[in-house]
């Protein structure tokens, strides 16, 4: 699979006799590092002030034009002018042989770093390092002074499908995400447990239970679970539906006529006989049998959950994703609800209202949260309740120093919901290392009326269309060696960096309408209408336009005929353009994003990174040539690129993408 390597992690722990005097600081790993530590004790030594503090100040900056580095001078609460102090750094800071004297900017230092000893650096690390550069094994430790004590440990529940239903714009995102989270974790050191947490159980199991035997097919079955369940579904509902209509007429004729007092008997009776026979109630009393561990029951709808996972799992593999641990809303104990019910009456969280359970959340100093049912009137669990049995199952299943769950924000309450009642029932500290990630979502789908799409279809619409585009340019194309397969990862990585194009969920959440400003342009109101054309495009900050930069980078390799294992001992001294200075201070940031990244928990962070440097590119090939250049020149500038290259995959592979090689 193209997932992680699993020794990127442990390759990238940095040893206790290696470890500097500021908390944090990795040289070893991070070659930026070294240059903090030195700009830090010169401050601490000129100012008279603690390294240390002016070591967590010193930091990586959005553009090259900036400097290397950059201080805000205000944040080391000196008593001072700001402007006045940042000139005062400047006129105090030694001759380096690492950096060039230093320039204020307003109340700002930047400092360049000097190229020379920065080139030897960084491409010597990034071709020797090659997947850990950049990776930083220290972060997730439990004790970073003491790797005894071993990793911490974190579950990301993503993704996150109903059986039987489609596998909507919202799992797609929340896949995208959640993997993506699952490698910034791993990369930065943590036991990552990825887990599914499927809508498997409810009344809609009966529905469609019953379903299967009016409509149903074995044969169908088996061979494409999902499309087949989903369309058992849809025809299933269709009959509710045709149902609902005389049912809601006989109710609104009892109460016109209760309004003007006259007997209503015979039609109740009718109305019960109606009921009776739906399908609805069919549904339920299927379900129940469920819940009552009918065996027979139980068998279908275990198969139909199987069969669901072992096609789910091909599909993720497309994405490059495999989850730990499958589990779903059928398999939290009763047990733990129950032991949560007395948890919530003992603190007098909960409440009866109306023959319900009930916590009234504007009680208990959260008023937004409103009121929240927890056991039905009938007795049975929802949605809720099945979440809290949850998240003690997995506290004490897992030990888990966090828990994320990447959820779409139409959940936003829910997810609150679940926090607080946790937070309430005692497990203040359980609640506390839970984390929603929410993102926005695409509106104007229904499940029911059966318009939207699949996944599987859309990834082979979108590889189609890559096929096609693949075509026009004949010559290129003939040199691909399995160009289905290429237009398939192309068409996969179109939709992934769509996706993750923009930023984040949380801030957009807002308004509905601006949340997707982006993917309302690129979805049609009666399902998927991807804005085909402009995510499959070669041009602009498309998915493609990355797979291309990697490719072309790969092939230059292949011409230039050169021992890829012997470009860490050319010369870089031969390196003294500005491109190839600038390119050099842009891979140096690299292990700089991926700690950023692991604070924003924005792909866009990376994303944004790997643009700027395939653009540097774009504009290097013509002044930094490879072919023609002499010799050593030659293997220099090759060595560059190699390193440029190293780091795109580098990137490409912690958003999930399978870079290519040939294009
Ligand atoms: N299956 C749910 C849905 O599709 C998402 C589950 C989210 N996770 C959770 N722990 N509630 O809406």
């Not at 006045?84 to 930047?110: C, M, N, R, W």
């Amino acid at each position: 699979s193209a997932s992680l390597p699993a020794s990127v992690a442990a390759l990238s722990l940095q040893s206790t006799e290696q470890r500097s005097q500021f908390a944090g600081c990795f040289p070893t790993l991070n070659p930026m590092d070294t240059y903090r530590e030195h700009i830090a004790t010169e401050i601490g030594k000129a100012l008279n002030v603690d390294a240390q503090k002016v070591y967590a100040r010193v930091a990586w900056t959005s553009t090259l034009d900036k400097g290397d580095l950059s201080l805000p001078v205000a944040s080391l609460q000196i008593k001072q002018n700001p402007i006045e102090l940042a000139k005062d750094v400047v006129s105090k800071f030694p001759e380096s042989d690492l950096i060039y004297p230093p320039t204020a900017l307003g109340p700002h230092v930047q400092f360049f770093c000097k190229p020379q000893p920065l080139k030897n650096t960084v491409l010597g690390r990034v071709l020797k390092e090659k997947a850990a550069y950049g990776t930083n094994g220290n972060q997730g430790q439990k004790d970073p002074s003491d790797p005894s004590k071993g990793q911490k440990k974190i579950i990301i529940e993503f993704s996150s499908p109903n059986i039987a239903k489609p596998f909507h714009a919202g799992h797609l995102r929340s896949t995208i995400i959640g993997g993506f989270l699952a490698n910034i974790y791993t990369v930065m050191g943590w036991d990552v447990i990825k887990m599914n947490y499927l809508g498997d159980w409810g009344k809609q199991y009966g529905l469609l239970a019953n379903g299967f035997k009016y409509f149903g097919n074995e044969e169908a079955l088996v061979k494409d679970p999902i499309n087949h369940l989903f369309d058992v579904y849809v025809k299933v509902n269709g009959l509710v539906s045709e149902q609902d209509g005389p049912i809601k007429e006989l109710k609104e004729q009892i109460k016109t006529k209760k309004e003007k007092s006259e007997d209503v008997a015979e039609l109740e009776a009718q109305l019960a006989k109606l009921v009776d026979v739906s399908e609805d109630e069919k549904a339920r009393r299927y379900f129940k049998s469920m819940e009552d561990s009918d065996p027979e029951a139980l068998a279908l709808w275990r198969k139909f959950r199987d069969l669901s996972i072992e096609k789910y799992k091909q599909t993720y593999a497309r994405l490059n994703i495999d989850f730990d641990v499958y589990s779903g809303e059928s398999q939290i104990k009763s047990e733990s609800m129950t032991g949560a019910y007395k948890l919530m009456e003992k603190a007098g969280v909960s409440e009866e209202s109306e023959g319900a359970v009930i916590v009234d959340f504007t009680k208990h100093g959260a008023k937004k949260l409103g009121k929240a049912i927890i056991v039905r009137k009938d007795g049975t669990p929802l949605y809720l309740t099945r979440d809290i049995g949850a998240i003690t199952e997995r506290d004490e299943e897992y030990h888990f120093d966090k828990m994320i769950y990447v959820v779409a924000s139409q959940q936003d309450l829910h997810l609150a919901q679940l926090f607080k009642v946790t937070e309430l029932m005692g497990h203040k500290d359980l609640a506390s290392r839970c984390q929603h990630i929410n993102f926005g979502m695409v509106r104007g789908m229904s499940t029911r009326k059966g318009t939207v799409k699949f996944l599987d279809d859309i990834l082979r619409d979108v590889g189609d269309k890559m096929h096609e585009v693949m075509k026009k340019n004949e010559v290129k194309y003939a040199q691909v060696e399995d160009p289905v397969k290429t237009a398939d990862v192309l068409g996969i990585t179109s939709v992934m960096v769509q996706d993750m194009t923009g930023k984040r969920y949380v801030k957009m959440a807002r308004s509905s309408l601006q949340i997707n400003s982006m993917l309302i342009d690129h979805y049609s109101v009666n399902g998927y209408d991807f804005n085909l054309d402009a995510m499959t495009s070669f041009e602009g900050d498309t998915g493609p336009y990355l797979q291309y930069a990697h490719a072309r980078l790969c092939s230059m390799t292949r011409k230039s005929e050169l021992d890829v294992d012997d470009l860490v001992n050319a010369n870089f001294d031969l390196l003294t353009e500005k491109h190839a200075v600038d390119l050099v201070r842009l891979l140096a940031q690299w292990p700089d994003v991926l700690l950023q990244t692991a604070k924003t928990l924005e792909p866009i962070t990376v994303l944004s990174y790997l643009f700027r440097m395939t653009h540097m590119l774009s504009s290097s090939y013509d002044v930094l040539k490879v072919i023609g250049s002499e010799p050593d020149v030659k293997q220099a500038r090759m060595a560059l690129y190699a390193a440029a290259r190293q780091v795109l995959n580098n990137g490409m592979r912690v958003l999930g993408l399978n870079p290519v090689e040939r294009l």
